[in-house]
Nanobody
């Protein structure tokens, strides 16, 4: 069973930076796509950034220019480098990965942007 584990969450001040990490285990296959989603209090889960084989990258408009997604395919890992964080970036962030036609999700990690 594929497992995704996120790390790097916590409390950060507005304007600060924080990098999230996600590592996949339990598969000998390379994940063909990995992405980050988030769910803010009282809101639906949304796609933040995605990285698909072939170099295809997608960002939500709200994070364009502030967040960077990158992968380490050798480790089946994905990272989300975030800068100039805003209070509205506060959410639980989830990592997801695609193996074949199966989509797997991490448990989520909480990020709070506050003074």
């Amino acid at each position: 069973q594929v497992q995704l584990v996120e790390s790097g969450g916590g409390l950060v001040q507005p304007g600060g930076s924080l990098t999230l990490s996600c590592a996949a285990s339990g598969t000998r296959f390379r994940l063909t796509a990995m992405s980050w989603h988030r769910q803010a209090p009282g809101k639906e889960r949304e796609l933040v950034a995605g990285a698909i084989d072939g170099g295809i990258i997608r960002y939500a408009e709200s994070v364009e220019g502030r967040f960077t997604i990158y992968r380490d395919n050798a480790k089946n890992a994905v990272y989300l480098q975030r800068s100039n964080l805003k209070v509205e970036d506060t959410a639980v962030y989830y990592c997801s990965g695609l193996v074949g036609s199966n989509d797997f999700w991490g448990q989520g990690i909480r990020i709070t942007v506050s003074t």
